[in-house]
């Protein structure tokens, strides 16, 4: 499911950085006038045309499978009979969704595979039973074939009798060469006929079929739209199963990214200030030995000691604001950003327009955002400012960094920013980037707003 952000609404005059900005293709001709012959409509027209036949396909399995088992409910047969057309079923409807996703440009995911707890057959017909996929598939099977009968009628009428009467001039020839007639006959009884024949009948004729080949793309979309609601809401997963695969590939970034945060925390330790407080017992050691035989070198080493005291204690420092800042805790998102940027080796302006704050994870993973994207700036834009944005809009938690840098970042596996992007998605955040080479570069991050 892809949900389009529009840009940013405070700057007007600003481009826009959602996901579905782009560039509107420009056409010579208008819509009206391309839609008979653009690919859409040929591939919709193809779809509503095969649904006929596999309709008929799906509908007759379907119907003589739920009778059979029907039928042999009063024997054991009819359970497993049920549960084996219902997978048929579902088998279709991956046939059904390539179709969709072939010509319709549907993109609907497969659900997950039934398993029954045990790995046996009764447990298999069991987890078949209790799924209500296989009988959203089923239902589809029953209920496509009278929607695509009149799909298969209109759209082939209007297509059909549109291109005919709009080509009538060219082929009005047949009828008195083969037919024995002059024309198309409109109207006919015992002692009067009416024939299309004359040079007036013909152009009217064309024109008619002209406004229908107009009018047949439309009804032809307006009829594919059905189908796709269709293929949508009963071949694609339930949203509880959806969101169950979404939270647990989530869970498992969080646990990746909270073990490499453990490791790099204990990294930190161990080769910081874990080794200057033991070189500092060492120091001291020494210094107490000398102490009573050379009490100035006693002194100096005492004095070196104190100096690594200071450097340990901003290694502590540093680290503990790697964590959790104290300055984010006792004044919020305004201040503690304050603080990164005043660190960051470009000027940056930061603007922090929020009535209230949001909660305590959020407001940690919008500093640590920012933090990273300020490093990348310092790191590897090559600018000479940037700015930090955060405002609150209806739910959602907006962060924007942007610089005048050379530009030029992405989201290629690997990279910070996927890191990124991945960390923010645990929490159904989303990240925008939008930086073309030559710059300049905006990136904004949507955060969920929990107060």
Known sequence: MATTY??????????????????????????WLRAPVEAR?????????????????????????TSLSAGLLITFLGIPVLAFGLTVCRGFGAVERARARGLLKLYVPAPAPVRGRTGGLMSWVGAVLKSGVSWRHLLYAVLHLPWA?????????????GWAALTYPLWHWVFPTHVGASGIQLYGDAGHQVYLDSSLDLAAT?????GVVLISPWIIRGLASVDRLMVAGLLSPSKLATRVTELES??????????????????????????RLVALAMDLGLAKEKLTDDPEAAARMVDEAHGEVKVALQELRDLARGIHPAVLTDRGLDAALSAIASRCTVPVNVEVDLASRPAQAIEGIAYFTV?????NVSKHAHATRASVDVWRTADRLMLQVTDDGRGGAGLTSGSGLAGLTERLDAVDGILLVESPVGGPTRITAELPWRG
């Open 6 to 31: 529009g840009p940013d609404t405070r700057d007007d005059d600003r481009p826009g950085t959602g996901l579905g900005d782009r560039t509107a293709e420009r056409h010579f001709f208008p819509a």
């Open 41 to 65: 409509t040929w591939r919709e027209f193809a779809y509503l045309l095969l649904s006929l036949p596999i309709g008929v396909v799906l509908f007759a399995f379907a119907v003589t499978m």
């Open 371 to 375: 933090s990273e994207l300020l490093q």
């Open 149 to 161: 009968v009149f799909a298969f009628s209109v759209s082939l009428t209007f297509w059909a009798w």
């Open 206 to 210: 064309s024109a008619i079929g002209l």
């Open 250 to 275: 989530d869970r498992g970034v969080v646990v990746d990214t909270a073990a490499a945060d453990l490791r790099r925390i204990e990294r930190d330790l161990h080769d910081g200030a874990q080794a």
